[in-house]
């Protein structure tokens, strides 16, 4: 900075002294002049542009104020403040007219960056009145104590500064202050002592702006004591929650009111009742303001900004709203409003900007909007408007942006669409028009989207000649042509183009460039070759090629399209061919390749792929091992690897930290034991192993993982019992649970199921209909549904199931399993178990599909399985029930394969009818039924007919010896005889018995 004059050295030691000793030199300090403590205050940070950056730039919350610009023109202003001048003459600084006192400084946005101390001497300026340091970077320097001595300061602006803490209760001090903006300086905090001082003492305030303030401790009700001659008070993005009285909103001189995006913000309008108000901008966006708008709403005529998107109102739009005749901007989107658009919104004609998407406005869409002569923007999108649009329209002439997507809407577009002179955007997508598109007027398209509907014929021409044309989406519509690309290179601008879902065969035998293209979606177009042009193509950032009939090898070429830049590249479902392909892997983050005819390993290059979130090579006939780089990814999100002929055992180096989501390495030939390393993917929601020859016991180590919700190990060669749980609360988030077809034993573990808390108490009523899975990649599994093998393509969030098939459990099933109340499917078929089905199971009211067949179960079919509404599929043949079968309701679809093997039923379906004797006591068993019953614990009818028939004493002993040693022969023909004699007395026992009654 040069040398420093000897004042400037003089009052860097005072002010070192000052610092040191304050109360001893106030006086000396006092005589500093203003213009060497603001030139010491300018030399005590540097200039740099960063720090003042464009606001649009900066990751800020929506705010729609004036001041959303206010960095667009920055500059140093104090670069030009010189020592010899009288610094009242400086950029920024404004002095008194008599007494030459500095009253003002303006440095907003001039570039400062630094630390402010409170040793700093712009606190050596008594007599300001207006202090704005707004737009700067002082490095999270504390809102200073020292900022309170400015007594007689008026208007305060810190906004957009970079200051950081508590905001000390000294700022309650400025008792003058008319003005105090804080805002947007991400990491202040208010806590409410000082906030109470504050009410208490600025009560000349009329505007405080706090936005993005950290005031959770803070209760809504207390803005009501805030001074009653506030015009504008915002507190945007604060953290205010609780709910707020109304009150507020009808303050007689409040004109700005933002309290946006306090997302636990509670409140209605129902009952406010606007007689007549100053208010001038109103935003409650990204509240919790729920209820319908009042009529009295039509009484704020001053109104220009009305904000109340993404919040929770209902009902229909009042007609009132049509008498804002000032308002330009009316968000009304992301709510919950019901009814027709009211065809008085037509009388705004000083609209400029109209949102009223994703409601349920149904009807057709009125004339008069179409009317409005300084409309912008219109958005109407993802409503359930129906019908044509109008043929003619008076208005629009201004109109920027028109937004009708996920509508109804149908018929031909009309002319008028296609001769908007202003028209940037146009996004029809996701309608039911017909017919072709019309030649535009104007060339000041930029953004045009047309998917998702009817339209059929030629492409115009006059796209050609939008040169200013970003974004291109035609995809999805009743196209068939011959795709003609050349067209487009006229359009050097263009970014985004996708033709998917239509029936395309390109001219591969041109040479043109589109340098700036990004996205290229040409799925689901029937082509068969890679398209030609992509080979100068250097920008390509994604790629989908998906679902259409390109055969033979990926080529070479592909590895230098967008080498630097390419982060998305979807071939899945083609016919390719030959050896894993050759890419570089640098940029990639999502490589999708399923579904195709791939050979050989995986290459050691991909372990070159730093940044690749997504790895799908499913479905093809990739053999090798699974490289040891994709378990240690710190990245990787997906790693789909299924159904090819990978060997060798899973890598056991699962790094801790990692990302993993979901983990598919099922219908492979893996073998060894599960790594327990696999407990290192906290943030697992799906694991399929299925269909390998993994061995071990059950993997107790994963019921750790918070978020799983998948755990398939089905035709595996796990074995052994399954015991008790070794975390607290085992499992918690888990869904669908499939172990079927191994080898496990022992009991059902009934802790487990005890904890199984995401199958419990769901109200599907309550639950959005979600699928799992993230963008570009959706989850799917293999399973067993209703007694098929299903693939779901997509798993919905609600789907439940638990299949212990094929397996060798034995006991009785655990009653505890009827607390699962959101179970669709339970499958314990093909095991040992005994005993009875239970009761309990009648409060599974989500059961689709029950499968326990193939066991040794008793006793009743419980009644209380008639009361499953939802229940489909029910098998529970070769088993041991007794007794009548439970009538009506979903028992009257089942047919006899529901209960063959079951000796004891009657009734229907069946065709053996129960009476009174054969409701309580199977028919008897045949001779070679009775040698084939063996209870588990080797004691049964045999050893039961010996103690009739040689003592209860002999009869154990016998039983013992047989379940030790065998059956001998000898005893085997005593066991028949006895039998034989025991039966001939009951028979005789019996006949006595009725001929007595």
Known sequence: MGCLSWKYQVLCLLSFLFHSTPSSLSSSLSSISPCSALLHFNHSLSLHRDASPPLDTLDYSTNYRSNIHMCDNSYPKTASWKEDKDCCTWDGVMCHKTTRHVIGLDLSCSWLNGSIHSNSTLFFLPHLKRLNL????????????????????????????????KIPHEISHLSSLVSLDLSYNNGLLIETPVWKRVIHNLTQLRELILDQLDMSSIRPNSLMNLSSSLTTLSLHYCYLHGKLQNNILSLPTIQTLDLGFNFNLEGSLSKCNWSSSSLMFL????????GELPDSIGNLKSLKHLYLHYCNFTGSIPTSLGNLTQITYLYLYSNKFTGSIPTSLGNLTKLTSLALSANSFRGLLPLSLFNLPNLSTLYLGYNQLAGPLPNHVSGLLNLNELYLSSNFLNGTLPSWLFSLPSLVDLDIIGNQFIGEIGEFKSNSLEHLDLGHNKLQGSIPRSIS????????????????????????????????????????????????????????????????EFPIFLRTTKNLQYLDLSNNSIYGQVPRWLEDVGKDSLYFLNLRDNLLQGPFPTLSFLTLSYFLVSNNKLIGEIPSLICNASSLNVLDLSYNNLS?????????????????????????????????????????????????????????????????????????????????????????????????????????????????????????????????????????????????????????????????????????????????TIDFSFNNFRGEIPKIIGRLKSLKGLNFSHNNLTGNIPSSFGNLNNLEWLDLSFNKLSGDIPRQLADLSWLEVLNLSHNRLTGHIPSGKQFNTFDNNSYIENLGLCGFPLSRMCDSHEAKKPPPLTLQQEENLEPENGFGWQAISMGYGCGVIFGMLMGYVMFKIGKPKWIVRMVKLEQHIMLRRLKKYAQRHDEKK
């Open 134 to 165: 707004a737009g700067n970077f002082f490095n999270y320097s504390l809102i200073l104590p020292e900022f309170g001595k400015f007594k007689s300061l008026t208007h305060l602006n810190l906004s957009h500064s970079a200051f950081f803490g």
């Open 283 to 290: 935003d409650l966006s990204g509240t919790n303001f729920w």
């Open 465 to 528: 000649r939008s040169v200013n044309l970003t974004y291109l989406s035609l995809s999805s519509n009743n196209w068939s042509i011959v795709l003609e690309l050349k067209m487009f290179s006229m359009l050097k601008n263009l970014q985004h183009l996708d033709f998917s879902n239509n029936l395309v065969s390109i001219n591969n035998n041109v040479t043109y460039t589109l340098p700036n293209l990004q996205h290229l979606n040409l799925s689901s177009c029937n082509i068969s």
């Open 624 to 800: 090798g091992v699974v490289p040891k780089c994709l378990v240690q990814s710190n990245v990787l999100s997906v790693l789909d690897l299924r159904m090819n002929s990978l060997h060798g055992s899973i890598p056991t180096t699962f790094s801790k930290g990692n990302h993993f989501r979901n983990i598919d390495l099922s219908g492979n030939q893996l073998e060894g034991p599960l790594p327990r390393s696999l407990a290192n993917c906290r943030n697992l929601e799906v694991l399929d192993l299925g269909s390998n020859k993994i061995n071990g016991t059950f993997p107790y180590w994963l019921e750790g993982l918070l978020y799983l919700q998948v755990l398939v190990i089905r035709s595996n060669k796990f074995q052994g019992r399954i015991g008790n749980p070794k975390a607290k609360f085992p499992f918690p988030n888990l869904r669908i649970l499939d172990i079927a077809n191994n080898e496990f034993n022992g009991p059902l573990p009934r802790k487990y199921f005890k904890y199984l808390k995401a199958l419990k108490n769901v109200d599907e009523g309550k639950v959005e209909l979600k699928y799992m899975g993230e963008m570009y990649y959706q989850d799917s599994l293999n399973v067993t549904m209703k007694g098929l093998n299903t693939k779901l393509v997509r798993i919905q969030t609600a789907f439940t």
